[in-house]
């Protein structure tokens, strides 16, 4: 089974693994890389205090050890996937082939990925070099108890890699067009000003926060954070919510509330973008509550983003073009680990209804993985 990339995938497929996944799907993933002679590593956290909504988290380490311990090349990845939602036209994890695709939820996000990733080192003998999969169950949620305890674990235990494949769908028009060798970091923003409540006709008697709340988002929709980078497009800030309590059309509210999305290059960090806003804010008498979920990384191109266009040219013919657009995507914490780059699937049905992978790129995409992993562990 863990040799055919099409079997592999619609074993993945037909466990049912919304974010956060655990259970059938791993002990899937688990029987494959035994059987391929990797230790395999499980281990769930996250589990929050009883009544709260936090779900426990499994994640999987899976390790085979060359007889030199380096180079040491790793595959990364996740079987959660996004609710299917309605109108399918078969079963979201009842893999079903029609015509040249395989359809189901994970067949590009990314559980076909991951069938390519065992079948590609199921032809690599073991005294090749190591090889690892780092895969998480909490990548398309909260992200919080998914590949960062990973790190920890593999640090842990001293498993760290040279180099680590990311195998998001980067591909846009065809397999192979485009790798990612960098994401920019994202950090959202909750604002808040206080204000007092009262009768609009005694307007002397309330505070309206609006107004002041209007002139902050006026304030930062102005901000020109950069001109971009000769690698990343420019910082963006975007206004995603306001909101004020009040259902009355005669009652000044009390409070004001809005929500920014921050996504910017290596020009910023998440810290000094919250500063900026911040003071930002307070001039105008409100509060700003940010949350950073990643900051922006590159891995300037060289021998690794090489090693992959080669493997890209020689099965596709096409040159991948490097690029750091796009969203955030695990690649942001196992940055920290190593040089980390993504190259995966076409991306036009990700999360989408009748998602949909063809079968010939699983077959390609095995053959892709498995020169980069051969010339990794030759390096």
Same mark, same amino acid.
């Given at each position: 089974?863990?040799?055919?990339?099409?079997?592999?995938?619609?074993?993945?497929?037909?466990?049912?693994?919304?974010?956060?996944?655990?259970?059938?799907?791993?002990?899937?993933?688990?029987?494959?890389?035994?059987?391929?002679?990797?230790?395999?590593?499980?281990?769930?956290?996250?589990?929050?205090?009883?009544?709260?909504?936090?779900? !426990?988290?499994?994640?999987?380490?899976?390790?085979?050890?060359?007889?030199?311990?380096?180079?040491?090349?790793?595959?990364?990845?996740?079987?959660?996937?996004?609710?299917?939602?309605?109108?399918?036209?078969?079963?979201?994890?009842?893999?079903?082939?029609?015509?040249?695709?395989?359809?189901?939820?994970?067949?590009?996000?990314?559980?076909?990925?991951?069938?390519?990733?065992?079948?590609?080192?199921?032809?690599?003998?073991?005294?090749?070099?190591?090889?690892?999969?780092?895969?998480?169950?909490?990548?398309?949620?909260?992200?919080?108890?998914?590949?960062?305890?990973?790190?920890?674990?593999?640090?842990?235990?001293?498993?760290?890699?040279?180099?680590?494949?990311?195998?998001?769908?980067?591909?846009?028009?065809?397999?192979?067009?485009?790798?990612?060798?960098?994401?920019?970091?994202?950090?959202?923003?909750?604002?808040?000003?206080?204000?007092?409540?009262?009768?609009?006709?005694? !307007?002397?008697?309330?505070?309206?926060?609006?107004?002041?709340? @209007?002139?902050?988002?006026?304030?930062?929709?102005?901000?020109?954070?950069?001109?971009?980078?000769?690698?990343?497009?420019?910082?963006?800030?975007?206004?995603?919510?306001?909101?004020?309590?009040?259902?009355?059309?005669?009652?000044?509210?009390?409070?004001?509330?809005?929500?920014?999305?921050?996504?910017?290059?290596?020009?910023?960090?998440?810290?000094?973008? +919250?500063?900026?806003?911040?003071?930002? @804010?307070?001039?105008?008498?409100?509060?700003?509550?940010?949350?950073?979920?990643?900051?922006?990384?590159?891995?300037? !191109?060289?021998?690794?983003?090489?090693?992959?266009?080669?493997?890209?040219?020689?099965?596709?013919?096409?040159? !991948?073009?490097? +690029?750091?657009?796009?969203?955030?995507?695990?690649?942001?914490?196992?940055?920290?680990?190593?040089?980390?780059?993504?190259?995966?699937?076409?991306?036009?049905?990700?999360?989408?209804?009748?998602?949909?992978?063809?079968?010939?790129?699983?077959?390609?995409?095995?053959?892709?993985?498995?020169?980069?992993?051969?010339?990794?562990? +030759?390096?």
């Amino acid at each position: 089974m863990s040799a055919d990339p099409l079997a592999n995938a619609r074993h993945l497929i037909a466990c049912e693994s919304v974010t956060p996944a655990r259970g059938p799907v791993f002990d899937m993933l688990e029987e494959m890389l035994a059987g391929l002679g990797f230790e395999v590593d499980r281990f769930t956290c996250g589990e929050g205090p009883e009544g709260s909504d936090e779900e !426990p988290v499994e994640n999987l380490f899976a390790i085979r050890r060359g007889p030199q311990g380096s180079p040491h090349f790793a595959f990364a990845g996740h079987v959660d996937v996004v609710p299917p939602g309605e109108g399918w036209a078969s079963a979201p994890f009842g893999p079903e082939i029609r015509g040249d695709l395989l359809y189901g939820r994970g067949a590009v996000d990314m559980k076909g990925a991951i069938a390519c990733m065992v079948a590609a080192v199921a032809d690599i003998p073991a005294e090749a070099g190591t090889i690892s999969f780092i895969i998480t169950g909490d990548e398309e949620g909260p992200a919080l108890h998914g590949t960062r305890a990973l790190i920890d674990r593999m640090r842990e235990r001293g498993d760290i890699p040279d180099l680590c494949l990311v195998g998001e769908p980067t591909s846009v028009n065809r397999l192979g067009d485009v790798m990612k060798i960098g994401r920019r970091g994202s950090v959202n923003i909750w604002l808040e000003v206080e204000g007092t409540q009262g009768h609009v006709a005694y !307007p002397h008697l309330a505070d309206n926060p609006m107004p002041r709340m @209007v002139a902050i988002l006026a304030e930062l929709d102005a901000l020109v954070l950069d001109d971009g980078t000769d690698w990343f497009q420019p910082s963006n800030l975007e206004i995603t919510e306001f909101d004020v309590p009040n259902r009355a059309h005669n009652v000044i509210p009390g409070k004001a509330r809005a929500r920014i999305s921050i996504r910017f290059n290596d020009r910023h960090s998440g810290a000094s973008l +919250s500063e900026t806003v911040t003071a930002i @804010v307070e001039k105008h008498g409100g509060t700003a509550r940010p949350v950073i979920s990643g900051e922006p990384f590159l891995t300037p !191109p060289g021998a690794f983003s090489q090693m992959i266009a080669e493997a890209v040219k020689a099965e596709t013919g096409v040159d !991948p073009e490097p +690029s750091t657009t796009g969203g955030t995507s695990d690649a942001r914490f196992l940055k920290d680990l190593c040089p980390v780059i993504e190259f995966g699937l076409v991306n036009a049905t990700m999360h989408k209804t009748d998602e949909a992978v063809a079968v010939d790129d699983l077959a390609t995409l095995t053959a892709i993985y498995r020169r980069i992993a051969k010339a990794a562990l +030759s390096s």
